[in-house]
């Protein structure tokens, strides 16, 4: 996938460059003495995954929360509240018959 570079000028125009890609052969920007893609491309391409499965991560949680909330919207809980606390209410009591 190309990349570009847009250019806004103080004249209103703005340009769309491609921008400048760094070559897998070339010898490391860091000043280590290897090959770029032996080097730093490793680190790059691990940032951008790691970027990736954050962000991935990150909406999954907010879809989590927000069926949550459409299912607690739509629930009635009456029924579900009366039953647990008549469950409560026995096991409290069974366990001070004992």
Do not use: F, W
Not at 59 to 66: F, I, N, T, V, Y
């Amino acid at each position: 996938m190309a990349r570009y570079k847009i250019t806004r000028h103080q004249n209103g125009k703005t340009t769309l460059r491609r921008a400048h890609r760094k070559d897998r052969n070339a010898p490391c920007p860091c000043g280590s003495g290897r090959k770029y893609k032996h080097c730093c491309l490793r680190d790059e391409y691990q940032e951008r995954v790691d970027y990736i499965d954050a962000k991935k991560q990150e909406q999954e949680r907010l879809r989590q929360e927000r069926l949550e909330e459409m299912i607690m919207k739509n629930l009635d809980l009456d029924p579900v509240t009366r039953a647990t606390a008549a469950y409560t209410e026995s096991l409290a009591a069974y366990t001070n018959r004992e």
